[in-house]
């Protein structure tokens, strides 16, 4: 990568090149329909350039070989003057091509839209069931929102009903009056905030375990980073009160990545604080953290 577009851990001239790698970082910083706070186009960049700061040895997995497994692709977001269907269609066209090539592609966001593009890419080139596991403090489970069916407050509807994939919902703690009737009429399996606090405080993977079991064997792996409580990630458009800690998160995370494969993963909404930068480097540790679950730790990876 150029100085323009730094690579992931800041490694530069060590990362290998596509074809050697296990896995692939692709920024998308994609923003069309945030409707608070704004930013998440900038979010890409604040990750990668916070990373160069995260240490390669991980203490829980006792090794730092997965740093070198990794490469970051250039920046893609579709032309500002496209439809936003025509948008979706571009990034799903793109991410197509690296989930093709076999490896691991975990996208950095960008705004939650850009998930329905990416599972609708995975379930083209991943053949068998697959589901979606969504880590997020708001259900996005609107048919539409300010006038576009194709919005972040709409991005699990349509991949509940479009692309008709089963789902789990974890820290969910914001929604409105018809995403709840939907929840409850169709019985989508939610992990409420108070429910996963309830177990956090526990240590128990009991209800998450459970819910998983129902999914089929392949996953893909959406992460809004507004899950995590504004205390530990306060730079995202959308911040909710009563959010996931950093260990629970990580051993419910490990544990997903150890009894499913994953296919690939995205992780979106960080909107980065001007002169303050833990929310970048939060986000950071949390895409390196998956990685070495996945490349470490998956039974297929």
Same mark, same amino acid.
Do not use: H, R, T
């Given at each position: 990568m150029n100085s323009q577009n730094p690579s992931f851990?800041?490694?530069?001239?060590?990362?290998?090149e596509p074809a050697a790698a296990r896995a692939v970082i692709l920024p998308l910083p994609f923003e069309r329909t945030v409707s608070y706070g704004k930013g998440t186009a900038d979010g890409p960049r604040a990750l990668l350039d916070a990373s160069a700061y995260v240490e390669l040895y991980d203490e829980e997995l006792r090794t730092e070989d997965h740093s070198r497994q990794i490469h970051t692709a250039e920046p893609f977001d579709p032309a500002a003057d496209l439809e936003l269907s025509e948008a979706m269609a571009e990034i799903q066209d793109h991410a197509r091509e690296w989930m093709q090539s076999g490896k691991f592609l975990v996208s950095i966001g960008g705004e939650h839209s850009l998930t329905y593009p990416l599972v609708a890419a995975a379930q083209e080139v991943f053949s068998g069931p697959m589901g979606? !596991?969504?880590f997020d403090a708001h259900a996005d489970l609107r048919d539409e929102y300010e006038g576009t069916r194709f919005s972040h407050a709409a991005v699990m509807r349509r991949i509940v009903d479009d692309l008709s994939l089963p789902t789990l919902a974890v820290g969910i703690r914001s929604l409105s009056g018809p995403e709840a009737k939907l929840v409850q009429d169709r019985g989508l399996p939610?992990?409420?905030s108070h429910e996963w606090h309830e177990d956090a405080r526990s240590g128990s993977l009991e209800r998450f375990a459970a819910y998983l079991d129902q999914l089929p064997e392949q996953i893909y792996l959406t992460f809004d980073l507004d899950f995590l409580d504004p205390s530990l990630l306060p730079g995202t458009g959308t911040p909710e009160p009563g959010g996931g800690e950093w260990h629970p998160t990580m051993a419910a995370l490990r544990y997903l990545f150890e009894h499913k494969t994953v296919v690939a993963m995205d992780v979106v909404e960080l909107a980065p604080e001007p002169d303050r930068t !833990?929310?970048?480097?939060?986000?950071?540790?949390?895409?390196?953290k998956s990685l070495g679950y996945r490349l470490g730790l998956s039974p297929k990876g």
């Open positions: 851990l800041g490694l530069d001239a060590e990362q290998p979606v !596991v969504q939610v992990i409420w !833990v929310s970048d480097f939060v986000a950071a540790k949390l895409v390196y």
